[in-house]
């Protein structure tokens, strides 16, 4: 028997999420995802009338692929990519890992080449097609929330199914006094920040583009950015862990930047996806 909290996410991916319709053609971006989910997923975009096309992905043949990728095998994979994006109307990516750190061997330099000839893909699904992206519970997300396999499916799936449409009309107090506000100062161990908002605006996160969802995000006016935040919870980013990051801000610039591993933190923040200027990032705050 399938596992009735598979189908009701499947539908509230394809009827809330993408609002699919008949006649569309949806991109399932599925990596490392159990067929069970993939098979649910398809029948709910086949349901409303929606023509769905499947990518199966597999984090180890994709920590290869990287390993030997150049600009002419990037360019190749750009424009074949762009190709399919162009001829689809929605896409959902599910991402899943039996790994966390599948592609922490995978040089860094690599890493930032294949992110930047594909960005033109990324740019297009972004602003052209209707679009969400979530991650598949796994056990490697469960022993990083300290919590076991079977308890962290179980808080997964509750709060991706919840009722975003509920959530929406919560969030609206937020979203207007963040529309007034100017000054946003950060005060927390670690952390003394001040930027401002003022003119930016702010966008509620009600599960169309991300689940689980939940923040209202704005963006600090540029060069306002002065002081040191601090964070407390490890990340992992392209396969590599890291704890205790600590950013240190002039002017909206990032002057210093240390964690666990401050090498690599660096190599990041000094490739496209990772430029210094806080400017090209977002602040979430949760309701």
């Known amino acids: 028997m399938t596992d009735p909290r598979l189908k009701k996410l499947a539908r509230l991916l394809t009827e809330y999420s993408t ?3 008949r006649g569309d053609r949806v991109l399932l971006d599925l990596i490392d995802v159990p067929d069970e989910f993939s098979v649910e997923l398809i029948r709910a975009a086949r349901a409303i009338g929606a023509t769905p096309l499947v990518e199966m992905r597999h984090t180890r043949v994709s920590r290869e692929i990287l390993r030997g990728t150049n600009h002419k095998h990037a360019g190749l994979v750009r424009d074949i990519e762009m190709f399919r994006m162009k001829k689809v109307q929605a896409y959902v990516a599910i991402r899943g890992s039996h790994n966390a750190s599948e592609t922490s061997d995978v040089p860094s330099g690599l890493m930032a080449l294949y992110s930047k000839v594909l960005r033109p893909v990324l740019n297009y699904r972004v ?35 919840m009722d975003y449409r509920k959530m929406a009309r919560a969030m609206l107090p937020l979203q ?12 927390a161990p670690g952390t003394d920040l001040t930027f401002s908002i ?3 605006g702010a966008q ?10 939940g923040e209202v995000f704005s963006c600090p006016v540029k060069n306002s950015v002065n002081g040191v935040i601090q964070f407390n919870t490890p990340t992992i980013y392209s396969g ?8 240190e801000f002039k002017d909206g610039r990032i002057i210093k930047a240390t964690s666990s591993n401050t ?10 996806a990772g430029a210094r200027y806080i400017g090209e990032f977002s602040l979430g705050f949760s309701v």
């Open 240 to 247: 590599v862990r890291f704890e205790n990051i600590r950013l």
């Open 127 to 161: 602003n052209k097609t209707r679009w969400c992206v979530l991650r598949w519970p796994t056990p490697s997300m469960a022993q990083a929330a300290n919590m076991s396999t079977e308890a962290f499916e179980d808080f997964y799936f509750e709060v991706c199914t």
């Open 176 to 187: 207007k006094r963040m529309l007034k506000a100017d000054r946003v100062h950060l005060k």
């Open 19 to 21: 609002a699919m319709k």
């Open 263 to 272: 090498k690599r933190l660096n190599e990041i923040l000094d490739t496209d």
């Open 204 to 213: 509620p996160c009600v599960g169309l583009r991300n689940i689980p969802d």
């Open 198 to 200: 003022k003119g930016i």
